[in-house]
Structures are given as structure tokens and as C-alpha cells.
């Protein structure tokens, strides 16, 4: 845990691979990934008022497994520069900001709801 906290460990451009125990959650992380994108494009088709907001998880979760297999791939491959720790807290933080913005489209659904109500209830009156 100490090494976690030192910039020699963030910022060394010829970094150890990961630990076996490291590289099989960042997997699982990757495959939990890859399934959200999975649900995501099954349930999008059927979905109505989250349809919008399944089609931004669906690319949150196909983007960052993709990137995160690369970034898996760079480090087992022990590539230089591109196998360096702060590309993953860079990563990280990307993700991170990007759920905000999910999470934001989220929290607007019940306003669009009662909007999609008002205006139903106003067309039903117009011929």
C-alpha cells in the first residue's frame, strides 16, 4: 500500500507487470465491463424514455473495455512508456468523470417523464 503513494510508482516509465492477482481483476473488470455493454444493447431496443441513457451506458462500457484490454495488453507486453501506472489513473479519472455525466442523464429521466405526461395529457384535447 505505501507503493501506491509514492510518485516513483505512478510515474515510472518502465513499471513491473502487474501482479497475478492485479491482472485477474483488471480481467474481471474489463469482462464486468463488456457485459454492461451487453445488457445495455439488448435492453436499448425496448426501452423507450432510457433509450438515451442505455445507449450512453452501452458506450461507456464497449469504450472502456476496449481500453482497458489495450491498456491490459500494453502492460503484459511490458511496453515502455505506454505500459506506465498513471495511464490507468488517467483511465480511471476519465471513467470516473463519465459516469458524473451518466449519472446526470439519469437523474433528468423522472423530468423527462413528467414532461412526456403533460404532453400527452395536452394532445389528448387536440384533434
Sequence with gaps: MDNLLTLHYWFNLRPETLLPYAQNLFISFIIFLAVIAIIATMTKKAAGVYRGLLKKIYAYGITNALI??????????????????????????????????????????????????????????IP
Excluded: C, D
Design 68 to 125: 482497458g484490454l489495450i491498456l491490459l495488453f500494453l502492460n503484459y507486453e511490458s511496453v515502455p512508456f505506454f505500459s506506465a501506472r498513471f495511464w490507468l489513473g488517467l483511465w480511471i479519472l476519465i471513467m470516473a468523470i463519465w459516469l458524473v455525466f451518466i449519472i446526470k442523464r439519469l437523474l433528468a429521466i423522472p423530468k423527462q417523464k413528467k414532461q412526456l405526461a403533460k404532453e400527452k395529457e395536452f394532445k389528448k384535447y
